[in-house]
């Protein structure tokens, strides 16, 4: 299957922190997207990106889909408790590919 | 309401006894597609369906059929589960696969399986 590259695996921060995450690919695809699973719940779609070089925001969300179309990064602007959970980017190519996921922890 | 309903929400069964878990969604979308979800490997694609009749194959589609005979419905058969089917399932759709105008109901709530 297309495989996608997903980092970190997992990150620890403190409350009011910045932070990024990242997915790669070998392929183009034509759709990004971007869930989040909160702890013992399913995984909800926050952020979906069509075209090349588009940056969308969410709230506190901001996600890219990059300009070759092989990747794509989520940022979250000044984390909050609530945050935490795993976040998954996921390809749309001839199917949609999941990464493996980031877990967040906050510090409080 | 616009959603995606999976059921059962928690299955334990006997290894070998057929099962059937259903996926509904009310939002006339022609994309749905079957995830299993095991720790440290994310969410991985078992079949996948573009409109009615038409399916394929995903990344892990071993012991797993499916049926799309309808638009609203995409069940998951397990013919003869065994032991390492044992995830945590998760059903999705979209109005095309690349198409998703509702972000929300993307994702069914999940069936935990457990094969013993």
């Known amino acids: 299957g297309q495989q996608l590259n997903q980092s970190p695996q997992s990150m620890f921060i403190q409350e009011g922190e910045d932070v990024s995450m990242n997915c790669t690919s070998s392929s183009i695809f034509n759709t990004w997207l971007w869930c989040k699973q909160d702890p013992g719940e399913g995984p909800v779609l926050l952020i979906a990106l069509y075209k090349a070089g588009e940056l969308t925001s969410n709230g506190r969300l901001t996600a890219q889909f990059g300009i070759t179309r092989k990747d794509s990064f989520l940022n979250i602007s000044a984390s909050i408790p609530s945050d935490v959970g795993i976040y998954f980017c996921?390809?749309?190519?001839?199917?949609?590919?999941f990464g493996a996921g980031t877990t967040v922890t906050v510090r409080a | 309401e616009a959603q995606v309903t999976q059921n059962p929400r928690y299955l334990i069964t006997v290894t070998g006894k057929k099962l059937t878990v259903t996926c509904s969604q009310n939002m006339n979308h022609e994309y749905m597609s079957w995830y299993r979800q095991d720790p440290g490997l994310g969410l991985r694609q078992i079949y996948y369906s573009m409109n009615v009749e038409v399916t394929d194959k995903g990344d892990v589609p071993e012991g797993y059929k499916v049926s799309r005979k309808e638009k609203r419905n995409f069940p998951l058969i397990l013919e003869s589960p065994s032991p390492n089917q044992t995830s945590l399932y998760f059903c999705?759709?979209?109005?095309?696969?690349?198409?998703?105008?509702?972000?929300?109901?993307?994702f069914g709530q999940g069936t935990r399986l457990t094969v013993v």
């Open positions: 999705a759709s979209s109005l095309k696969a690349g198409e998703i105008l509702n972000t929300e109901a993307f």
């Open positions: 996921a390809g749309v190519g001839y199917k949609l590919s």
